[in-house]
């Protein structure tokens, strides 16, 4: 089962009545932001979640990681934010920097703001810091922002994504598949 799967099923994640939660199916959700809703994984958990249970944040949606205010007013009414937006390739003004570390900076401020209960962030499964990777290092330095929060948080280090509806193939670098 996917990790969005295990977000969306029964278990430790069932929220019974709690506020802001709704039913889909036989399991019930708590509203829940996905920042990168537009996204592969991102699109395939709102999918999973439903409508009623799901806020969808991208830049293609209007809502950009580095605007506090417009994050702050979507994350209102959500008790938990999945922080999936992520990019694999610096393009233009969507650098590692920008959109892994500032974007998260501001999606920590803005869950604050608007009350939100947990955070759950979409790492990758070789960040760490100084390994001379941009990439992995942005991830990193993401992840401890989020440790350092002070909010109650979830990371899940993903080491390829694949599936129905994926634009291209991803292919696992030849060092991931070693270790």
């Keep these: 089962m996917t990790w969005a799967g295990r977000l969306a099923s029964d278990g430790p994640h069932r929220l019974g009545g709690a506020k802001g939660a709704t039913r889909n199916s036989h399991v019930t959700h708590p ?4 920042t990168g809703g537009t996204g592969f994984v991102g699109r395939h958990l709102a999918e999973r979640l ?22 702050t007013r979507a994350f209102e ?15 233009g003004d969507q650098t590692y920097q920008r959109v892994h570390i500032e974007g998260t900076a501001n999606v920590i401020e ?3 703001r608007a009350g939100v209960r947990k955070v759950i962030m979409l790492s990758f499964l070789r960040a760490r810091p100084d390994c001379g990777s941009p990439y992995h290092e942005s991830k990193w330095a993401a992840e401890e922002l989020i440790r350092d929060s002070g909010l109650d948080y979830t990371i899940l280090r993903r080491c390829s994504c694949s599936g129905t509806g994926r634009t291209r193939s991803v292919r696992p670098s030849a060092a991931t598949c070693r270790r």
């Design 31 to 34: 509203r829940t932001a996905i």
């Design 110 to 112: 803005a869950a604050k």
């Design 77 to 91: 009414g959500c008790e938990v934010v999945a922080h999936c937006a992520g990019i694999n390739r610096e393009i």
């Design 50 to 71: 439903g409508p009623e249970a799901s806020v969808v944040i991208s830049r293609r949606t209007g809502v950009d990681t580095g605007d506090v205010e417009a994050l």
